[in-house]
């Protein structure tokens, strides 16, 4: 089979003809000489109407994916368009390219492709490209996948924010959690109100409207905000961060009571212990749990709070609301009672607090929860790890969307199955 063959099979422009190619065996290139259409006009790259050729610029080279580990090069000289429309002298539009962009799109796709499953700078290494060229590639793939994205049928969200660059410095994500469709929907800079008053200006009144069901953790600018512009949603608070303080507040007991008994000089009945009283006890194993079973036998503040943290897991068993609630009611009354746990007390007063949207879990059949958010948010860390030589926010967020916005990508060719 000729070459010539094999790309118009593959890569076929309208309005455009390959020529013989040539292998340079130094640069270990296969150049690809493209030539116009006889009587073809070139295409104006600003208003997209056909014009007359003015004149020719220098030869440019365009690069394609490659074949046999062999980099293939499209050889083309670019022709200026005398436009009646917009009255100048234009650069034309070549169908393979965009702007001054030396990857064509079935490359830029390529190259996004392996970026998803490799680092930037290993992509760059493996296809002989620069770290700018793998960059431009995945940015316009994402802008394209974010234009062309359906944004309807969104009827479960989940919002949490994540932490980069150490200090006070958050993004706010949010995701769609559907059960057809579950991708990054949106970023945003900051934990603010503001910042999430914006995705609902993004997604729109009619839009916000659809939605169901939105899941969150307990941080007032989000609540406050999902009232307002999401007030026919359910409001599902998340269960992953209630039970991460629970634990918070059973270690804080644990630890006041530690520094209490190296002042009392008693023997430290608690070193070493803090993931006994975090993990679940049915995850404890061997010596870990004879160690436990000690302890538990000992008058200590920490044992009280721990069986209560123990106790309160049983709320999560329940599929009724009603019961769900008194379970809610019983717990926190018999917390409050203990004098001797204020960090316990400090908790079930959140519990009361949020006591309605807690609730919400069940009305919900238990098919929404922010563990879906939680797993999204380590993907993204991870995304965030990968890119700490990225050199502006705004690649950073292309990184976001690229690996977990489940976006289109163009029908081109060299698709992998």
């Not at 499209?74 to 009255?87: E, H, K, N, Q, S």
């Amino acid at each position: 089979m000729h070459i010539k063959t094999l790309l118009n099979h593959v890569t076929k422009f309208k309005g455009f003809v390959f020529q013989n190619p040539q292998l340079c065996r130094r640069s270990n290139k296969l150049l690809i000489p493209v030539v116009p259409r006889k009587n073809s006009k070139p295409i104006c790259s600003r208003c997209g109407q056909p014009g007359s050729a003015y004149d020719h610029l220098q030869q440019r080279q365009f690069f394609l994916p490659p074949i046999w580990n062999i980099m293939v090069v499209l050889v083309y000289t670019m022709r200026r368009v005398d436009c009646r429309f917009c009255g100048k002298v234009i650069v034309e539009q070549v169908p393979w390219s965009t702007g001054k962009s030396p990857v064509t799109k079935q490359f830029a796709a390529f190259l996004a492709f392996w970026a998803r499953k490799l680092s930037w700078k290993e992509t760059a290494v493996s296809f002989r490209v620069s770290w700018d060229i793998v960059a431009d590639a995945v940015t316009w793939v994402v802008q394209w996948g974010l234009t062309h994205r359906n944004l309807e049928n969104v009827t479960a969200i989940g919002v949490d924010e994540i932490q980069y660059h150490g200090g006070h410095n958050y993004l706010t994500l949010v995701y769609q959690i559907d059960k057809h469709c579950r991708r990054l929907l949106w970023i945003g800079k900051e934990r603010k109100k503001k910042t999430l008053h914006a995705f609902c200006d993004f997604m729109g009144e009619q839009r916000c409207k659809a939605i169901e069901f939105v899941c969150s953790d307990m941080w007032k600018a989000y609540i406050k905000v999902i009232a307002d512009r999401l007030s026919d949603a359910v409001h599902i608070l998340d269960r992953f961060h209630i039970v991460g303080n629970l634990n918070k507040a059973v270690d804080e007991v644990r630890r006041s009571e530690v520094k209490k008994l190296k002042d009392d000089g008693k023997p430290a009945y608690l070193k070493n212990s803090r993931w006994l009283f975090l993990k679940k006890k049915k995850r404890i194993r061997g010596t870990a749990r004879t160690r436990l079973r000690e302890i538990l036998g000992m008058n200590l503040r920490t044992v009280k709070a721990y069986l209560f943290k123990e106790d309160f897991d049983h709320l999560w068993t329940y599929k009724s609301t009603t019961w769900a609630s008194t379970f809610i009611d019983e717990w926190t009354r018999d917390v409050m009672r203990h004098r001797s746990l204020p960090e316990l007390k400090k908790f079930a007063r959140t519990i009361r607090q949020h006591k309605e949207l807690i609730l919400n879990y069940f009305r919900a059949k238990k098919e929404f929860s922010s563990g879906i958010v939680e797993g999204f948010n380590n993907k993204a860390k991870l995304t965030i790890r990968k890119s700490y030589g990225f050199r502006s926010d705004k690649l950073r967020e292309i990184a976001l969307y690229h690996t977990l916005g489940n976006l289109p990508v163009p029908e081109l060719t060299h698709r992998f199955v």
